[in-house]
């Protein structure tokens, strides 16, 4: 790194380069990667990155940032370190762990391009990963009594079904009918997007092996169930709340699954010759009540929105994850954004694909970057999500695409500054 | 050959331990098509190998059946075969096929394995091998076989070894392997490999030979080969095959020749023609260059058929799986070793060669601090620098890193002051070969060292029973009998005398693990079990030269044995003073079974090194000089003569070595000979060639080894 960069102190442009994923699978016994490691599917991610982008000599990456909700077993040992060594990565790149729950990959992507921004490195990968089968949700945690001693949290919130629950209660116009017409509108987006080849390149694809059954290849995730109806939704049980809303049709199920996605700075991506997928505008988190995490994304879009000079009315494109399609709606009533808004998850959602906590927010970036490249009259998309224990992240991108980046791109220093200071 | 006689086989063998063929179908990459890929699994671990027996090459050779039905009606647009983690296949079950008493059922298991590999050939699709991991003998052959083949960066051992195991590469190895990868390179993997301690290829050697098309690494090389696979048969790659040949172009006819002549010269060289196999592989090899695949596989079959019904492949099976892969690693007569003491700094007594090699192993091997003790500074000195010299040499050939190389100069120390030894828990002495010298510094070292130190000798003639007569500790004592090259040679006699506790014992054979060494525990005999074999063999040799039969006739009557080398070469290289000095001990303890040749002594008395002496142009003779200062009798022998002697000196050796309880059964003293001396695997070690040759029925009445053991069964 040169003296002269950290001298200057200039705000440096972050671009999302490329991000790839596994399938995702169906957490458990009979899921697709039982007995598959959850750094292994990291790795997966890491070399695919490396095989798709030839031009970015491997010792040129400095820094691996790995998200996992649970950080113990196959999900440990500083798994952003441990991949980029099992990844073949040279030994100088360094990697870490990072956690915040279900925006573990988003606040990897957040955190390093932070980095980029302040000129303490060139390129990364961020990613994420959660064998949900490895390790289901709050395995090994120990909250602290004083949550309940102190009622600082209600019990019911450290229980996500329960909090969407909450979310139907505070809103009273959000109901079931409306949350399963959105629940089988993902599917049906997303096997629309498959049935047009929007999904597949995102994909790396995973090799296991099963006792008893050999070697497999999985190529697409297992978690969809296209054709669904809202007749099927309708009488499925409602696991949180006896008559409540909330079921395994309309929020995302167990999941195992892996992100991972190259960043860089624009000098940098244009120096090694690397594809500009996405022009990273601002970022934000927010918390909210834990009892209603769901809402998280309102608050942390309002800043981000604020961060970046826009408004709502600004964003063309949303990928808004699915927890629970309750959440979705809230966000979406919020803005005045009709349920069945084509800006809003043009590839159905977690829903249809599932959620591996910490993996998804790659996911996200994926595909808006796919649907800016399809859509170049789009200039800014969103990437959010809630996140547990009361928070949301909201991720504003610029297209490159768009008719204005170039003109913005000649005066990229000006640009950074007035958004800076918009900041 | 049929079905029915396979199934018949098959049913021959009702506990085989079955590698099952799992097949999933795979979408590949890009919309070529479906892809049919086989596991070959064994649903064990790691640590247990795939093999092919006759049932899982019965069920391999069903699903490939069913898998060519599905390719005839257009379903599927290649094949694969893979394996386990870490494994390819290991290779044809060997401890099976040793007990097929009928020629005709190895014929059938030979059948059987080409008729199931043909298919692989006949799919009516392209056949891919994916070797993620070891690929021996028949193994290999599955990707042999196969249209195409990629190969991981991390597969531990690929190899035909037939020839050192007593058959031939004869699943169409000796056919494809040469048109693969050129003859030179054929006969490389086939002859020169096996036979040279047979070595293996890494994953990124059989590539660079043309054995595998592409080469992926391990972190998903099971989704690249695949990708690949969709590239091939796309068409949008067609691999290169740059030492591949066509057998029947004239320059070719003149490469495969010269191989195979080259080969037989270094099959003659290695082996002295002692064991048939070698020879055949290079045989069939030479016969199918004209040939048709099939008429090779005829040929195959009939001679794998021939080799499965030979001792030498038995007692090969013998050595290999029972004694050095099983028996070695669990010491017969070994104590708990749960009763083994730590062992954190170890004292060597004398700064000399033996003892710097010895200093040099342990601070390598068991990364603790070595001190060693000599009666001046100067000494002291030259051992650590040569510990210190040794170690530069393995860092300047990049053998060992840096750091390793400053851990292990540190751990090696020296002093003139056996003080030194206070804190040891191990202390070695290899100071002169004189009882009264060794009896005089283990008292020195007992007055020093805790009551718990153990004390160990590295001696290979004296009684150590006699050195712990005068000790405080008489039970903290045991022989520790290392092997010239001590870094090489991989075994180590424990000598356990009367008084010698089981806990020092159990903490010898923990420290010759860490070693790396393999340990027979013996009783204190004189010599030994190794020494004691090798000079009773030297003895007759020499003394049938003694009586007058011509050198070159006593030196090469043992070549049908194929020992490493001649008895007149052994004896020079060990150093005629050391082998009679060995000798007279012998001689001391079991009278004239052990003669000591006036001739030898005459020879060093003298300064002759060696009988021997290579001339300018190569060949050995015995100088004139060197003739005259000996004196022979007049009753010669023939070559057959010595042979048949020796033979039966050696049954009745270890006949009387068996009875005496030195070590706990012939199967030890065959694990010393492989070990310790280098005889061939082929010979089982030496009992099995001694009930081979009727030596031991003359002798002793009666075998070493029951039959079937090391030999055709009962």
Known sequence: MSPARSAQRNIR?????????????KAGEKGIYAGTRADDLVVKCIRELMRRNPSLPADRVDEVAIAATTQTGDQGLTIGRTAALLAGLPRTVPGFAIDRMCAGAMTAVTTTASGIGFGAYDVVIAGGVEHMGNHPMGAGADPNPRFMSERLVDPA???????AENLHDRFPAITKERTDAYAAGSQAKLAAAYSNGQIQHDLVPVATIKPGQGWALHTTDEPPRPGTTVEDLAGLRTPFRAHGRVTAGNAAGLNDGATAAVLASADAAEELGLPVKMRLVSYAFAGVEPEVMGIGPVPATEKALRNAGLG?????????NEAFAVQVLSFLDHFGIADDDPRVNRYGGAIAVGHPLASSGVRLMNQLARQFEEDPSVRYGITTMCIGLGMGATVIWENPHHAEYESFATDQATTATTEGAAA | MSAAEFQKLAALFPDEVVTHSYVQDIDLPGGVGKFALITLDNGLDHSKPTTLGPNTLVELGGVLDGLKDRASKGEIVGVGVTGKPYFLVAGADLSAVKTLKEREHGLWMAQLGHAVYATLADLGVPSFAFINGLALGGGLEIALQSTYRTVSTGAGALALPEAFIGLVPGWGGVYILPRLI????????????????NKTLTGPQAFELGVADAIFEPADFVEQSLAWAARVISGEVTPERKNSVDATEESVATRWAASVAAGRAFVEAKTSNASPAPAKVLDVMEANRTMTQAESAALECETLAGLMQTDEFRSTVYAFLDLVQKRSKRPAGAP???????????GVVGAGLMASQLALLFARQLKVPVVMTDIDQARVDKGVAYVHAEVDKMLAKKRIKPDAANRTKALVTGSVSKEAFADADFVIEAV???LHIKKQVFAEVEEIVSPECILATNTSSLSVTAMAEDLKHPERLVGFHFFNPVAVMPLLEIVR?????????ATAFELAKGLKKTAVLVKDAAAFVVNRILLRLMGEVIAAFDEGTPAEVADTALRPMGLPMSPFTLSAMVGLPVAQHVQESLHAAFGDRFPVSQNLQKLIDNGVKSLWVTGPDGTPSIPAETLAIMSF???PSTGEEVLRRTQDALAEEIGLMLAEGVVAGPEDIDLCVIMGAGWPMFLGGITPYLDRVGASERVNGKRFLAPGVASAPA
């Open chain 1, 13 to 25: 442009d972050v671009v999302f380069v490329d991000g790839v994923r596994t399938p995702f699978g």
């Open chain 1, 157 to 163: 919130a450290l229980n996500m079904g329960n909090t």
């Open chain 1, 312 to 320: 709502i009315e600004d964003i063309g494109l949303f990928e808004i």
């Open chain 2, 182 to 197: 050129g003859p030179e390179n054929a006969v490389k993997v086939m002859i020169e490999n096996p036979l040279s301690n």
């Open chain 2, 336 to 346: 708990d070793r749960k009763l083994a003491r730590p062992v954190t700094k170890i």
């Open chain 2, 432 to 434: 002169f070969e004189e």
């Open chain 2, 497 to 505: 005398a009367p008084k010698t506790d089981d806990a020092v014992l």
């Open chain 2, 633 to 635: 009798g007049n009753t």
